[in-house]
């Protein structure tokens, strides 16, 4: 059997997921690649720190050089996380001739490009299957098995916390801050929630798919995001009796040859699979011209999931491990994005306002007037001061919408703009 | 841009989709794949047949040795079906170094490790992404992405049909009989459906699928399969009642290093993802000791779909076009198959009895005797001369069920066992 050494950078959640993995499916693993792998060296910020698990202190090392400067470590598994230092000793892995994998989204989605490019000139490979949605092999399914395809749409689940939260709220009448809670004390919700509930992480990783998707540079800066802090109880209640079910969503579309990048919370009708896709589990949904709807769910995180991603593409290298083997081409093009006020969606709006004659009356002239047809809409009985009034519009123009609720809100009955929720039919 | 020739055997549905994909699809093919590819050839039974595509008839041919016999051309695409003349022609293929992409779930579940060992020995690449769910990259799935895993169990929707009869019966209330014929009208059942109904067509495809995750060599005799013109209206509707759908399981698990080979109607919890798999979509459910739980949900039939997958095969070939680069390691353990009185699974038993007192006692006591322990049961008001109870098991051993029932058949009250279906909790 051939050997191979390899390296890790970090020994966190992941880093111990890959251990173990590498341990307990040592033989399978071996079969599988056609090499037996050992790990050289482990990068940790604190040597004497206590794990959970039982590694050697030899491998244990707090000297990054200690590893490029090993010619026999032929894959350096970076599992650490972070923008810096992580780019910084990617890139010199890929200086010194040594394959990489990686599970970290941020440093995928910023900065990508260079890191390929260089991997590229040294005739080596990066993987990074894990960086995106754990365990699903949705890397791997846009850049090997739907290359026959013009995909035309990704729609994914692809923040655990987000949906764990929702789930929470849908299904068990939680509030946002008592499943917030919830999510907190099982691990899900980190205790400065911040990047989970406002979307960023689900940027990062949506910037990498549309990248992949749709084989263009896409920055993280050009994807719109909102997160889920405004979802009340009562939205979600209005959702259902409408047949739909709130998702935090990262969406990428092509439209007339323009993307339209997008992370918010969305109405999704109720028999939609992605709407069924409960506590922390993620999924994705990619509309292609040849293969038609297609959705991956699995695990979006966890020691093991993310660590099975890891580990698969630490094999996918060893089997491909002929030099000059990354064919991927990453000669990307630069698709515009479509500008907020032209994405195109249904909306529900929920509106406070006083419960005189003729208010819905004036809503509808005004939404008439900015080309935003109503579908549908619900009226609910007085509670205190104000009676709320649910609308439902056919697809417009988010410009419509926007400035139809500019001129509602100046209207002496309406007392506020209470929610507005974008709504995806994805033609299923 | 570099050229490379290649063939089809066939220009049915996946050959006609593999010719507009291609078509298409031709630029950013040819950006992914690195080649321009050309179809030099193809082989078809009749070549002034009516098509409804536009091919070159200088094209088309009906002598496979124009094929064989011409050099430069490097992959050949079978898309026949059918075990002969398909094998014949694959083989031939190998033989003479072109490299193969397939569709033929028969070829490759009856005469797979013959035509790989082959193809070892050749040195030549053996794709069959599409032999199994049409779109869904779940070959792919189980041979790249999920290499870190010990695979514990699948459990498919894999066939269109089925799946397209019992939605209908089960959301619309048709008999099967109204359900198949429907399915007929829409081209979704052949004019003789059996295999498709008794569900050898599944059979085909689980062979296929067992013996990539669990690494043996999966005999299709060795595969229970029992169809579903046994399901009736009373039973999808007692399923309801206790919160269960009926699918068309496709279901390999290992148990204590055996393998439990089956294809039969199964009620699955109404929660279940594979649950609201509905219409003639397909989805395979995995289990892998890392990555948990993972589906993959899309089209398993159709001509762009299954093109999808043939098309991302040939690239996949051209992408990985160094010789001897068939690094699937082929050398299959030969597991022990579970034989049928020990599946071990919950049941529902629907069996028609005389209205007097005194009888589920009888029939209770038998299953007792027997080890199987009763979870809940339902009796129904007469309509007849008969009542039927409905009975759910807890787990356990089908011999011990098969005994019971034995027995109760023979008790005077009991008219008829009109149904036992099994019941999947996944463990969900």
């Known amino acids: 059997m051939k050997k191979v050494r390899i390296a890790l950078l970090g020994l966190g959640n992941v880093g111990k997921g890959v251990w173990n993995i590498l341990n307990s499916n040592r033989e399978a ?24 698990i039982d590694v050697p202190e030899e491998l244990l090392t707090t000297n990054a ?42 440093l995928i989605a910023t900065n990508g490009q260079q890191i390929f490019k260089e991997a590229e000139k040294n005739e080596v490979v990066v993987n990074f299957e894990a960086s995106v949605a754990g365990g699903i092999p949705i890397i791997n399914g846009i850049n090997e098995s739907l290359t026959a395809n013009k995909i035309q749409e990704v729609v994914g689940i692809i923040n655990g916390t987000t949906n764990y939260i929702l789930t929470k709220m849908t299904l068990e009448n939680m509030s946002f801050e008592e499943a917030l809670k919830e999510a907190q004390k099982k691990g899900y919700a980190e205790a400065d929630p911040t990047s989970d509930v406002e979307g960023y992480d689900a940027v990062y990783k949506l910037a990498i798919l549309s990248t992949l998707a749709f084989e263009t540079e896409v920055d993280v800066n050009d994807i719109y995001a909102e997160g889920i802090t405004k979802i009340k109880a009562i939205d979600i209640e209005y959702g ?82 002929t030099e000059g083997s990354n064919v991927l081409i990453r000669n990307y093009a630069d698709k515009e994005v479509v500008p907020v006020e032209s994405f195109k969606s249904q909306y529900y709006l929920r509106i406070s306002v006083k419960d005189l004659p003729g208010v819905l009356g004036k809503i509808a002239t005004i939404l008439g007037k900015n080309e935003v047809s109503i579908l549908s809409f619900i009226q609910k009985p007085k509670k205190g001061e104000f009676v709320y009034i649910v609308i439902v519009t056919h697809e417009t123009f988010e410009g419509n919408v926007n400035k139809s609720l500019e001129n509602i809100k100046k209207l002496e009955e309406v007392n506020k703009i209470e929610n507005v929720i974008r709504i995806e039919n994805l033609d299923y």
Not at 279 to 295: E, R, T
């Open 240 to 321: 259902k009796e409408l047949g739909y079910v709130i998702k935090l969503l990262a969406i990428v579309k092509e439209v007339k040859g323009k993307l339209e990048l997008r992370v918010h919370p969305t109405m999704l009708p109720a028999i939609h699979p992605l709407a069924n896709v409960n506590d922390s589990f993620n999924a994705i949904f990619i509309k292609g011209d040849a293969v038609g709807d297609l959705m991956l769910y699995g695990r979006g995180a966890g020691e093991l999931p993310t660590g099975s991603a890891v580990v698969g593409d630490i094999i996918s290298v060893l089997r491909n491990d």
């Open 29 to 52: 693993i071996m079969k599988r690649s056609g090499y037996d792998i050992e790990i050289a060296k482990i990068l940790v910020r604190d040597i004497n720190k206590k794990r959970t």
């Open 65 to 106: 050089d200690e590893i490029f400067n090993d010619d026999s470590v032929k894959i350096v598994v970076e599992v650490m996380g972070g923008i810096e230092p992580a780019k910084d000793y990617v890139l010199n892995a890929i200086r010194r001739k040594m394959h990489v994998v990686t599970a970290n989204k941020m």
